[in-house]
C-alpha cells in the first residue's frame, strides 16, 4: 500500500511550515525554555486507527448483496481488499461476492498499519483464496474514450509541483518564474504580516491558480466537450474540443474564456479574456493574461498538468508551471464548497 | 534587490513561507494566530457549525474561576476534516472537548485548532 500521495505532500509542508515558525520563535524569543510543540506537529503525530468496519448481512445467498461499512480517523491512506481497492476515511459500498469472502480493511498512518476483517459467508460455496500479490507489470495504463482519445474524466487530487515533489525543469524548458517587464514592478504581490492571504476573500483564484488549491478537480470528459469542476467555490470552466473559437472580445471573467483541441493524446487549453483580479504565484496580472495548458494522462493514476503564461504588459516572455495530479479512485464527485461562513480576521490580529 | 536583511526583514520572510504554505494548505494564513505559543482550551460544545470555508465549533470555557466565556474554535474546511475522519456528528452540543491550536493574538477568545480531544479521550486532526 502506498501512502495517497497529496496526503504525503501535506506532511511535507506542515514540516515546512513548523520549521520556520520554530526558528522565528527562536530568533524572536531568545532560547527555548520548555519550547511548546507547534500544535500542527502534534496534530502529524496522532495516530490512525479503525473505529468501525463491519458487513451487513453477514450470510447471505449467491446473488444477493451486502453493505460494507468503515470509519477511521487521522488516516494517511486507506484501502480494503479484495475488489475495493483504495477507499475514502470513511464510507459503505453495496458488493455481492459470488463465494464466501473475507474483506480487509487497512489503514496506514504515523503509527503504521493496522487491518481488519470481515467475513460474508455466501451459502453453498467455500472461501475464495487470499488474492496473490500483483505482479508488478508496471503502472496501469490511461483509459481511452470511445473516440479514442486519451479520457481524462476523474477525480484528481492536489499535485505536486516545484517544492512539492515535481522533477526540475527540463534543459532548454521556459522559466519557471516569470521575469517582469521593466516598469512592471507593481504587479509583483506584497503581502504585509497582516495580509491573510490571496483566498480569505473566497474570490475566484482564477485561470491556472484554482489548480493550486488544496482542493479536488473533478475532469468531465465527451466528445465535444471538457468539463473541469473545481470543488473550491464551485468553479468550473466548460472548454470544447469542437473547433470552436474565443469570442472577437469576450467580457472579462474570473476563469477567462476557453477553448480546446486535441494533439496526439495532450488536449491544449487556450484562454483569453480575463479580469485583472487575479494572481499566478505571487504575481498580478492584466486583462491581455494568455494561458495554454496541456493536459496529459500517461497512465491511469497520473494526470500531468503545464500552464504557459503570457502577459505582454506584465511578463518579458512565457513561463511555465507544471504539476502532477494524482488520481483518487475512491471518489466519484467532487463535494460542495459554498464559502457561506467566511470571516473578516483583521480584528483578530490585535496590537 | 535587498541588501541585508534584518530581524524584521527575516521574519516577514518567515511570514512569506508561511503564506506560500498556506496558499496550498489552507484557506488562509494562521498569521492572526499566535502560532508559536500553542493554547488549550476545555469546554461544553454549544454548537458546531459545519461549513466552508471553514468548520467553527463554539465552547463554553470556564477559566480562572471567572464566568463562563464562549471561544470560538476554527478548524479546517470540510473537505480536510472529512479527509481525517471527521462527519458533521463528531462533536455534539453538550459534549466537553480540549481544543489545541493558537489563539487570537489580539486576546480575543477565539482560536484555530489543530487538535481536537473528543469526550471519551481520542484525539483528531482538525
Given at each position: ?59 447471505i ?13 487521522n ?40 487491518s ?7 451459502a ?76 480569505s ?8 491558480q ?8 473533478q ?33 472579462p ?56 503564461i ?42 | ?9 527575516f ?60 471561544w ?10 472529512r ?44
Amino acid at each position: 500500500m502506498t501512502h495517497t500521495p497529496n496526503r504525503v505532500f501535506r506532511r511535507l509542508a506542515w514540516v515546512a511550515l513548523a520549521l520556520p515558525l520554530a526558528a522565528a520563535t527562536a530568533a524572536a524569543q531568545g532560547p527555548p525554555q520548555g519550547a511548546p510543540r507547534s500544535p500542527y506537529q502534534e496534530a502529524g503525530t496522532l495516530p490512525a486507527r479503525i473505529m468501525d468496519f463491519k458487513v451487513e448481512p453477514a450470510s447471505i445467498r449467491p446473488g444477493q448483496s451486502v453493505t460494507l461499512s468503515w470509519a477511521t480517523e487521522n488516516p494517511r491512506s486507506v484501502s480494503i481488499s479484495p475488489d475495493v481497492g483504495r477507499a475514502a476515511p470513511r464510507g459503505q459500498m453495496t458488493l455481492s461476492p459470488a463465494r464466501t469472502t473475507t474483506y480487509t480493511l487497512t489503514v496506514t498512518g504515523v503509527n503504521g498499519t493496522q487491518s481488519r476483517a470481515v467475513t460474508v459467508t455466501v451459502a453453498g460455496t467455500t472461501a475464495a483464496a487470499p488474492a496473490a500479490a500483483a505482479a508488478a507489470s508496471g503502472p496501469a495504463p490511461a483509459p481511452r474514450a470511445l473516440d479514442g482519445k486519451p479520457d481524462l474524466t476523474g477525480v484528481w487530487g492536489y499535485g505536486a509541483g516545484p517544492g512539492r515533489g515535481a522533477p526540475p525543469p527540463a534543459p532548454g524548458s521556459l522559466p519557471r518564474t516569470p521575469t517582469l517587464k521593466p516598469g512592471a514592478e507593481k504587479y509583483r504581490v506584497q503581502r504585509g504580516p497582516e495580509d491573510t492571504g490571496l483566498y480569505s476573500t473566497c474570490e475566484p483564484p482564477g485561470v491556472p491558480q484554482t489548480f493550486f488549491v488544496p482542493y479536488y478537480v473533478q475532469v468531465i470528459q465527451s466528445p465535444k466537450y471538457v468539463v473541469i469542476l473545481h470543488e473550491y467555490l464551485h468553479l468550473f470552466r466548460v472548454i470544447p474540443t469542437d473547433g470552436s473559437a474565443h469570442p472577437p472580445d469576450p467580457d472579462p471573467s474570473w476563469m477567462g474564456h476557453s477553448v480546446g483541441r486535441w494533439e496526439g493524446d495532450t488536449l491544449v487549453v487556450d484562454s483569453v479574456g480575463f479580469n485583472d483580479r487575479t494572481e499566478i504565484n505571487g504575481y498580478r496580472h492584466s486583462e491581455a493574461l494568455h494561458v495554454v495548458e496541456r493536459f496529459r494522462r500517461p497512465t491511469r493514476d497520473t494526470l500531468e498538468y503545464e500552464a504557459v503564461i503570457e502577459d505582454p504588459n506584465v511578463f518579458a516572455g512565457p513561463w511555465l508551471i507544471t504539476r502532477t495530479f494524482p488520481l483518487l479512485p475512491e471518489f466519484n464527485r467532487v463535494d460542495e464548497f459554498f464559502c457561506e461562513n467566511n470571516r473578516d480576521y483583521k480584528p483578530l490580529f490585535g496590537k | 534587490m535587498r541588501g541585508s536583511i534584518g530581524r524584521r526583514g527575516f521574519l516577514t520572510g518567515l511570514v512569506g513561507i508561511a503564506g506560500l504554505w498556506q496558499a496550498v494548505e489552507a484557506h488562509h494564513s494562521t498569521a492572526m494566530y499566535d502560532m508559536a505559543n500553542p493554547k488549550t482550551v476545555k469546554g461544553t460544545v454549544k454548537r458546531f457549525e459545519w461549513t466552508n470555508p471553514h468548520a467553527f465549533i463554539f465552547i463554553e470555557v470556564s477559566e480562572g474561576g471567572g464566568p463562563p466565556v464562549e471561544w470560538e474554535i476554527e478548524l479546517m474546511s470540510l473537505n480536510h476534516l472529512r479527509s481525517y475522519g471527521w462527519v458533521r456528528t463528531t462533536v455534539k452540543p453538550g459534549d466537553v472537548i480540549t481544543c489545541t491550536g493558537g489563539a487570537a493574538k489580539s486576546g480575543a477568545p477565539s482560536m484555530i485548532c489543530a487538535v481536537v480531544e473528543l469526550p471519551d479521550g481520542r484525539k483528531i486532526r482538525s
